[in-house]
């Protein structure tokens, strides 16, 4: 680590009921590796994952205009994958190329599924993240026009392992822990500034035995 890269920029979000702090020693070991970096966090978790990502695309927008920047890269976390995902569908911005999503719930948190009925009329993210075949992140179209890498978690207790994967080419590559523990590890680090500097996690140290390409 300790590349500089003064043109490019990570924009970090977090996700279902958490806070733009859980990103602060992640995005600290990115900028010691020579990355900026930008956090976008949201705050109401009774709102839509729509109203989020609509949000999140009018901060995009005004980054991919910024002139200081040729690229922009995502970090996401969780429930943020998901709204990284539908954010820059909406801005289509050739200047975003790489996406790395942590524990992602690409097809659903078997959490959400459970607990829907109970909290999804209080919480509109919980139902719009089950594994239901209906439900809004399993209504999404994949990922087109960028270079994914998942980092998923061994012992998530809130998405199974094949929920991470998307049905585009992608790097995958799981962690021996927690949800969110992903958020500070240093090996996850790591592997994100690999991926975002060589669109690969086989170029971070020790990792390449245990990174897929998946199709």
């Not at 969110?180 to 590890?185: D, G, K, M, P, Y």
Request: charge should be positive; aromatic fraction near 8%; include cysteine.
């Amino acid at each position: 680590m300790g590349d500089h890269n003064p043109r490019v920029l990570i924009v970090l979000t977090h996700g279902f009921m958490a806070h733009r702090l859980m990103l602060k020693v992640l995005a600290g070991r990115l900028r010691r590796a020579g990355w900026n970096t930008d956090i976008w966090g949201y705050e109401s978790f009774v709102t839509s994952v729509t109203t989020h990502a609509r949000n999140f695309s009018d901060f995009l927008t005004e980054r991919c205009n910024d002139d200081r920047y040729d690229h922009i890269h995502l970090v996401t976390h969780s429930m943020g994958c998901i709204i990284g995902r539908m954010a820059i569908h909406q801005v289509q911005s050739e200047k975003i190329k790489r996406f790395v999503m942590l524990t992602p719930p690409n097809r659903g948190s078997f959490v959400a599924t459970k607990t829907a009925k109970i909290f999804g009329r209080f919480f509109r993210p919980v139902a719009e993240l089950t594994t239901e075949k209906n439900s809004l992140v399993n209504s999404l179209e994949d990922p087109s026009d960028v270079e994914v890498g998942v980092i998923a978690a061994e012992q998530d207790a809130l998405i199974s392992l094949e929920s991470t994967r998307l049905g585009v080419p992608h790097e995958h590559i799981t962690l021996p822990c927690l949800h969110s523990a992903v958020l500070f590890r240093q090996d996850a680090a790591n592997l994100i500034h690999s991926f975002l500097k060589n669109g690969t996690f086989g170029d971070a140290k020790g990792f390449a035995a245990n990174s897929q390409k998946t199709h």
